[in-house]
Each structure stands twice: as structure tokens, then as C-alpha cells.
């Protein structure tokens, strides 16, 4: 599985973005899908996750502003509303296939200033 991520950029604190990411590739089966991110000088983190059931998990600090969605887990978007300038780093889409086996796509960036 490959993935595909879009979106990112800079915006003003208080704004909205909204980041892109699609699997391509055939034979497998995505167990959940989402986001991490990485801020400068810090470890990364994870932000949001789309399971094949539907639910979703979120980090306490995006609650109420991050919106993760999907189709089926074979993409997914993340609206991020009320942005901050904390929430600046590079995000990541990843995925879970069987096995619990972990793909990531390419980082992209987002910068949000004060």
C-alpha cells in the first residue's frame, strides 16, 4: 500500500485546513487510517484515527477543532478548524493493514502563525 497525502500550508491562528490522504495499491485491506505529526524538536505524535468500524480516536489537544473522515479507511481527510500556533509541524497520514503492519505516507507541512 502507498499513500498519498495532500493539503498543508500556512494559514493565520484561528483558521481552518484541511489535509488529504488516499491509499493506492491492490491486495490489502486498511485497518484504520489517520494522521501523526511532528513539531520542530519534538517526537511525533498522534492526532486522529479512522477505524474500518467506524470509530475514531482524536488527542485530547484537537478535540472539538480536528475532524478526521473517511471512505472505508482507503482515504481520508482531516478538516482542522480554530487552528493554533501549536498545532504547527509536519503531519503524517499512516495506515494499518492486517498484522497491524504500519505504512506512512510522505510528510506535509503546516504552519500556523500567530
Known amino acids: 500500500v502507498q499513500l498519498q497525502a495532500c493539503g498543508g500550508g500556512l494559514v493565520q491562528a484561528g483558521g481552518s485546513l484541511r489535509l488529504s490522504c488516499a491509499a493506492s495499491?491492490?491486495?490489502?485491506?486498511?485497518?484504520?487510517i489517520g494522521w501523526y505529526r511532528q513539531a520542530p524538536g519534538k517526537g511525533r505524535e498522534l492526532v486522529a484515527t479512522?477505524?474500518?468500524?467506524?470509530?475514531t480516536y482524536y488527542r485530547d489537544s484537537v478535540k472539538g477543532r480536528f475532524t478526521i473522515s473517511s471512505d472505508n479507511a482507503r482515504s481520508a481527510e482531516l478538516h482542522m478548524t480554530s487552528l493554533r500556533p501549536e498545532d504547527t509541524a509536519v503531519y503524517y497520514c499512516?495506515?494499518?493493514?492486517?498484522?497491524?503492519?504500519?505504512?506512512w505516507g510522505q510528510g506535509t507541512h503546516l504552519t500556523a502563525s500567530s
Open positions: 495499491g491492490s491486495g490489502f485491506r486498511i485497518n484504520a
Open positions: 499512516t495506515a494499518w493493514t492486517a498484522n497491524n503492519v504500519q505504512t
Open positions: 479512522f477505524s474500518l468500524g467506524g470509530s
